[in-house]
């Protein structure tokens, strides 16, 4: 079935530094999404990007966080500076449209460890 | 805000044994209730999903209705297999938000 891929899987950074998470949606799809998972909670949304623009964003999507996807290439989480609270598994989704049924593919995730 | 509760962390059964994993919810609006399965260093992948009153989907032997009255969204199967050890999430989307609210998640382990 349709994949989504996340590069890397671990990631393990001092506090403060800079990080980018990558995503490789499923080919045709065009709305992405980004989750975060702490160890031992439930994933929770971060926000929904489609057309180059952030559509929806939670109240954990900090200004510390961006997202974009150039030229269609990775989607990217991007965190600076980071926080030792950011640590958690960072789940990427990907759907073919909008509307509640509308199905979303999750990648295996990626562990970051903020040290 | 939306919620969806799972009651059993870990649910540990004989191969052969039924299981009944439990999911409730609130919801301001009239949700889409889905079963997400994550298997060991895997992705989620979506299981079943419903959007109709007293439905009730199945795939892989799984099996789930969607009961407005009670808020409800249980996953059965009749018969376990050693297979069917995973992270099992039931979640919920409405039309309002882009994004799933998940539950805690129940790790199911079936044994020989």
């Known amino acids: 079935g349709p994949k989504v891929l996340q590069i890397p899987s671990h990631q393990i950074i001092d506090m403060g530094q800079m990080v980018t998470l990558n995503c490789d949606p499923v080919?045709?799809?065009?709305?992405f999404y980004w989750y975060k998972q702490i160890l031992g909670q439930q994933m929770e949304f971060l926000v929904n990007?489609?057309?180059?623009?952030?559509?929806?964003k939670s109240k954990l999507f900090k200004d510390q966080f961006s997202v974009e996807r150039p030229d269609g290439s990775y989607f990217t989480l991007k965190i600076q500076p980071t926080a030792l609270e950011d640590s958690a598994v960072y789940f990427c989704?990907?759907?073919?449209?909008?509307?509640?049924?509308?199905?979303?593919?999750f990648g295996p995730g990626t562990r970051l460890t903020v040290l | 805000g939306d919620s969806v509760t799972q009651t059993e962390g870990l649910v540990t059964l004989t191969e052969g044994l039924p299981v009944m994993l439990n999911c409730t919810y609130q919801?301001?609006?009239?949700?889409?209730l889905f079963w997400y399965v994550q298997h060991l260093n895997e992705a989620p992948k979506l299981l079943l999903k419903?959007?109709?009153?007293?439905k009730r989907p199945e795939h892989q032997g799984f099996h789930a209705t969607l009961h407005k009255s009670s808020s409800s969204f249980h996953l059965q199967k009749s018969s376990a297999q050693l297979s069917d050890s995973a992270l099992y999430y039931c979640?919920?989307?409405?039309?309002?938000?882009?994004?799933?609210?998940f539950g805690l998640g129940t790790r199911v382990s079936v044994f020989p």
């Open positions: 419903s959007f109709t009153d007293n």
């Open positions: 919801s301001t609006y009239s949700p889409f």
């Open positions: 080919s045709n799809h065009l709305y």
């Open positions: 989704a990907s759907s073919s449209g909008l509307g509640g049924r509308r199905e979303q593919y």
């Open positions: 979640a919920l989307r409405n039309n309002y938000a882009q994004g799933l609210t």
């Open positions: 990007f489609y057309n180059g623009k952030v559509m929806e």
